[in-house]
């Protein structure tokens, strides 16, 4: 019997991967995966490749959860774009059958990459945050900003949100196109002083959140700086926050922030999930976001699931 491969574009993508469906599913993946062997994930550190001579990258991120029996692959290209007429991140989702190998559904993988991320972080956040945390800062106004404004304003209740990114013109069309009021900053300083919870999701290669500007006891996911030689941080941040990540090992492999800094990990988000390792909400506090196989996994998972649950009967 041949088998057939289905392809699962974006709006079916968006329609069945809820933050709602996903936030639980990626909560309980990131405990597995830092519960080594006894979590049943398998997760090596990304390839990837730097395509110098047109200033991008090609990313291969495979990944199998014994506990969802789900076995995918994600091919993602980041190109740093002067112009927004093609997205700076690409993404392709492959699933196979974990049993046979066979391919099992393509899927867009660039939805799954902004929701997941948003989701990770929102996760970081819910264990992380300070107390009666009131004002959200955004640093960067690209696709992710969007994704993390959703879920942050659909789990948590901000009375206040800022937004700042370099050019001004995105800052404006971000908040004229989302739900609620959101400040235009027109420094980045601006936009963080007095801030409780802190995004960054920018392009930024140098720092462009300063420790200085820093409210004691806040929370930041820190989700751009993806080489080992980029920064959002600077090292004041780095070394006098507790710092947290999704992997130990894509940590220390990629992010430039930890890496030149020397900044020590403190944990794993799924240590703190899982009750292994505290959550400090009264001190400073980073979560730096790498993004991970195993969120895909899981992620490819559920759109699959549902698809296949609506489409039973056609």
């Known amino acids: 019997m ?28 990131l405990a597995s995966f830092s519960s080594g062997k006894e979590g049943g994930v398998i997760q090596p550190v990304r390839t990837t490749i730097h395509v110098e001579n047109h200033g991008g990258f090609f990313a291969v991120m495979p990944a199998y959860s014994e506990q969802d029996d789900a076995l995918t692959t994600k091919l993602v290209t980041y190109y740093q774009r002067k112009t927004p007429s093609v997205p700076s991140h690409q993404a392709t989702m492959l699933l196979f059958d974990p049993v046979t190998g066979s391919l099992k559904a393509i899927m867009d993988g660039t939805v799954i990459t902004t929701r997941r991320t948003a989701a990770a972080s929102a996760i970081s956040t819910k264990y992380l945050k300070p107390a009666n945390a009131k004002v959200l800062c955004i640093l960067g106004a690209g696709n992710l900003s969007y994704s993390h404004y959703d879920v942050f304003t659909e789990m948590f209740s901000f009375q206040e949100v800022r937004i700042w990114d370099y050019k001004q013109s995105n800052s404006e069309r971000f908040a004229s196109s989302v739900k609620g009021t959101v400040q235009v900053c027109s420094s980045a300083k601006e936009a963080v002083v007095g801030a409780d919870v802190i995004l960054t999701v920018t392009m930024a290669t140098e720092p462009v959140l300063f420790g200085e500007w820093v409210k004691p006891g806040a929370h930041i996911c820190a989700v751009g700086a993806c080489q080992p030689n980029w920064r959002e941080m600077d090292d004041e941040l780095m070394k006098s926050a507790v710092v947290y990540v999704d992997t130990r090992d894509g940590a220390l492999a990629e992010s430039g922030d930890i890496i030149l800094s020397g900044a020590e990990i403190f944990a794993e988000l799924g240590e703190v999930v899982k009750g292994a390792k ?31 649950a609506e489409n039973r009967n056609v």
């Open 2 to 29: 041949m088998h057939q491969t289905l392809y699962i574009g974006a709006e079916h993508v968006k329609k069945h991967l809820s933050y709602a469906a996903l936030v639980p599913v990626l909560e309980r993946a």
């Open 278 to 308: 505290p959550a400090y909400c009264d001190r400073t506090t980073i979560f730096k976001s790498m993004g991970m196989a195993i969120e895909d996994t899981v992620s490819a998972k559920v759109v699959f699931d549902a698809w296949t």
